[in-house]
């Protein structure tokens, strides 16, 4: 079935850069999603790939798509404490267009 | 400019009562969904709608219904509330299927933390 997995917990000292790793199992999206959650809030969208992109840049963040390994990574350069949340991995899980999420990564930055 | 709106923020039940979390939201959206977070376990798909009338469940779907009269109303009713069902819980909709114009990107409530003791 569909599944999305991504390790727990990240530890990063600020100003390093962290990398986030997401495995997925169904391979028919148009897009592959990151969102950040922060804490008591809900999750907003951070970044997004399309699915016949194999990397992406926006400002700080970098999105890797490696479609043959089913492997989604989020690298944060210069990482700062506002940083520090839960990112979800997730992707639009085939023909019936519901969203399938991972289990979140804790990324916490160390001052 | 309010998006998705749920209610209530906090809820404590007793085992066996019944409720309902609302969530209405202002954007036209087709697609609402219900989320549950419990830690280690990510969010799962409880129930999810294409639009007004059509609802369809999730991976999570046992002891929750759901009714979709309006486009602007998604609530989720516990029958008959268990310990298991100790959750965040959170609506979510988007304008439908992603393609060349929408991203698919789903829009959050700030969720609703149940509590059955």
């Known amino acids: 079935g569909e599944d999305v997995e991504q390790s727990l917990f990240l530890s990063v000292r600020e100003g390093d850069s962290s990398v986030i790793n997401c495995t997925y199992t169904?391979?028919?999206?148009?897009?592959l999603y990151w969102y950040k959650q922060e804490p008591g809030a809900g999750l907003q969208l951070l970044t997004y790939?399309?699915?016949?992109?194999d990397m992406k840049q926006d400002q700080r963040l970098t999105v890797l798509l490696n479609k043959k390994d089913k492997h989604l990574s989020l690298r944060i350069a210069d990482t700062q404490t506002g940083d520090s949340a839960i990112y979800f991995c997730?992707?639009?899980?085939?023909?019936?267009?519901?969203?399938?999420f991972g289990t979140g990564t804790l990324l916490a930055v160390q001052p | 400019n309010a998006g998705v709106t749920q209610t209530p923020k906090f809820q404590v039940l007793k085992t066996g009562q019944s409720m309902t979390l609302q969530c209405a939201q202002d954007m036209n959206h087709e697609y609402m969904s219900w989320y549950r977070q419990d830690p280690g376990m990510g969010l799962r798909l409880i129930h999810y709608?294409?639009?007004?009338?059509?609802?369809d469940q999730g991976e999570v779907p046992n002891g929750y219904n759901v009714s979709r009269s309006t486009t602007e109303d998604f609530p989720l009713r516990l029958l008959s509330a268990a310990p298991s069902q100790t959750s965040v819980y959170f609506c979510?909709?988007?304008?439908?299927?992603?393609?060349?114009?929408?991203?698919?990107?789903?829009?959050f409530g700030e969720g609703s933390r149940l509590t059955v003791l």
């Open positions: 997730t992707y639009g899980g085939g023909a019936t267009n519901k969203l399938i």
């Open positions: 790939i399309f699915s016949n992109m």
């Open positions: 709608s294409v639009g007004a009338g059509i609802t």
């Open positions: 169904d391979s028919s999206s148009t897009y």
């Open positions: 979510a909709t988007k304008r439908g299927s992603p393609g060349t114009l929408n991203t698919g990107e789903l829009f």
